[in-house]
C-alpha cells in the first residue's frame, strides 16, 4: 500500500489544495485501478479517514485506489460567487488529474464516490447528479441537505431536486446505484430513513441499512466495510 | 506541477521508505509519460533537502515549459517529453546492500534487510513506473545525486546499464577512493563501512564497488554506458576524487562531460549542478 500525500493547482477552485491517495503497490504493467472519491464531513479534511479509521487497511484486498480530497465546509457544492466549484472540482477535475497521474480507470463502471456525514450527503448527491462519472454512491450517516436548510439554497443541496435532475436526463444517462447506512441513534436517522421511502416509492433499486450507532467514527470506521463490499463484490475474498 | 508525498512499503529494504516525487498532473494529457530523473541525497539526507534547499520546483516548472512550444508559432506541439523528479529517503547506506551478518555495534545477527541497491536500481524504478506517468524507456530515465548520492547514481547507473540512460554525480563522494585518514566522521568510519561493505578492504579494489573500476569492467564488456555528467566544486575538499575519475574516464576514453564550478561541498553548488543536470534532460 502506497500512502500518498499530493499538492496540486486546482482550476474549479483557483487555489492549490491536498488530497491524500492510497494505492495498492502490486499494480501490473497496463492495469487500471478502479477509484474511490472518498469525502469527509463537515469541520474535516482530507486527512481525517487516514486518521480516525482503518480505512487504508481495510482497503488492502482490492484493487482499488482511494482518493481522499479536501472538500472544507464546502458540502462540496459549487459557489460560484467565490470562485470555488466543489462540485465540479470532485466530479470532474479531480478523476480526469488523478488518472493522468495514477493507472485508474476512467470507465464510469470503475468510478466510485461515497462519504460520511456532510461527504455522504454529497455522495448520494453526486450519484443522483453525476451519474455520468459515478456508476455507485454511498453515503454513511448521510447529510441530504434539504432547501429549507437557508445557508444552501441556490447552490443545488437539495437530494429530491438533485434525484428530480437526474431522473429527467435524457438515456442513456443512469444515476449511480445508491447504498445509505445509518446509525439508529444517529439524529440524521429521520431525513435518511424519509429519502429511503421515497426511494422506494419511485422504484428505485438501492441498499438501505440501519445499524446500532450514532454520529461518530466508531460507526463509520466499522461501517465503510460494508461501503468497500458494496462497490467490489467480486473482490470480497481479495485478489 | 503536483508535489507528491509518497510512504511505499518497500520489500528489498523491508520497510517503509518515504519519497517526494515532482510529477506535471496538470499538464499532462491521457497517456502521456514523462521522462525521470531520480535524485538522490548525501549522507545524513532525506526526502526532503533537494526540495527545501535548492529552487528545484521552480527550476523543474521552468525546464517543463520548454519541452513545449506553445507560444511560437501558435501550434502546442511538443518538443520533448516533461520531467518527473523522484526523490526517496534513502538514509546513510551508500546506495548499497548491506550484507547480512554481525552488526558490530549491537552484536545480534544483522537481520533487518536494508538492499539500498536492489530498491533504487530495481524496485524504486518499477513501482515507480507502475504506479506514475513515467516512460519506461531507458533513454528517458536519469539517475543524479549530490556526494554519497553522487557515488550511489553513478554505481546505480553502471550496476543497471539497462535502465539508466543518463548518469549525473556532483561533488562525488567516492568512498572507496578515500585516503583512510581522509574518513573522520562516524558515516565513513571503519564500523559503519565495514556494517555496509562487509569486507571494505576489499570493496576497494571491486569492480562491484569502486566507480572507476566499474567503469573500466564495462568498457570491457562492451557495456553499452549511460551518458555521464560529473560536476565539483573548486573548492570542494573532495575534489581530487571527482578530478581523478574525470582523467580516468579520459584515459580509458570513455565519453563524459567534467565541470568545476566555484563552490565547496555545498547547496549553492548543488543548485547549479541541478540546472547544469535539468540542460542535459
Known sequence: MAVIQMDFMSGALQRWTTAQILLPEDVKKGEKLKTLILLHGNGGNHTDWLNYSNIARYVRPYPLAVILPDGDNSYYLNFPERGEYYEEFIAKELPELMGCTFPLSDKREDTFIAGLSMGGGAAIRMGLRRGDVFSKAAGLSSGLTVQAEARMVGHGSDIYAAYEEGKQKEPPYEMARLFLSIGEEDPLLHINRRFHTFLEKEGVDHVYEEHPGAHNWDFWDGHIRDVLAFLMPEEKEGR | ?281
Open chain 2, 1 to 281: 506541477m503536483a508535489i507528491l508525498h509518497m510512504d511505499i512499503e518497500s520489500a528489498a529494504m523491508g520497510r517503509t521508505v518515504t519519497l517526494s516525487a515532482y510529477v506535471p498532473s496538470e499538464a499532462l494529457k491521457e497517456g502521456e509519460t514523462c521522462k525521470t530523473l531520480y535524485l538522490l541525497h548525501g549522507v545524513q539526507g532525506s526526502y526532503m533537502n533537494w526540495l527545501t534547499a535548492t529552487n528545484l520546483f521552480r527550476m523543474t516548472a521552468s525546464h517543463n515549459a520548454t519541452c513545449v512550444d506553445s507560444s511560437k508559432n501558435g501550434s502546442a506541439e511538443k518538443q520533448g517529453k516533461r520531467l518527473a523528479i523522484i526523490i526517496p529517503s534513502a538514509g546513510n547506506g551508500f546506495y548499497h546492500q548491506i550484507p547480512h551478518g554481525e552488526d558490530p555495534v549491537w552484536q545480534v545477527p544483522f537481520a533487518h534487510k536494508h538492499d539500498y541497491q536492489r530498491f533504487f536500481g530495481e524496485e524504486l524504478v518499477e513501482l515507480t513506473r507502475n504506479l506514475l506517468p513515467l516512460s519506461r524507456l531507458r533513454e528517458d530515465t536519469a539517475i543524479a545525486g549530490l556526494s554519497m548520492g553522487g557515488y550511489g547514481a553513478l554505481r546505480t547507473a553502471l550496476l543497471y546499464p539497462e535502465t539508466f540512460g543518463f548518469a549525473g554525480g556532483l561533488s562525488n563522494a567516492l568512498i572507496t577512493r578515500y585516503a583512510d585518514e581522509a574518513r573522520t566522521s562516524f558515516y565513513n568510519s571503519d564500523e559503519v563501512l565495514q556494517v555496509i561493505f562487509g569486507d571494505f578492504q576489499k570493496a576497494k579494489t571491486d569492480p562491484k564497488e569502486d566507480v572507476e573500476l566499474m567503469f573500466r569492467k564495462a568498457l570491457e564488456a562492451g557495456t553499452t554506458l549511460p551518458r555521464v555528467y560529473l560536476a565539483c566544486g573548486e573548492q570542494d575538499p573532495l575534489r581530487p576524487l571527482s578530478v581523478n575519475l574525470h582523467r580516468a574516464l579520459e584515459s580509458m576514453g570513455i565519453p563524459h562531460e567534467y565541470e568545476e564550478h566555484p563552490g565547496s561541498h555545498e547547496w549553492a553548488f548543488w543548485e547549479w549542478g541541478l540546472g547544469r543536470i535539468l540542460e542535459r534532460l
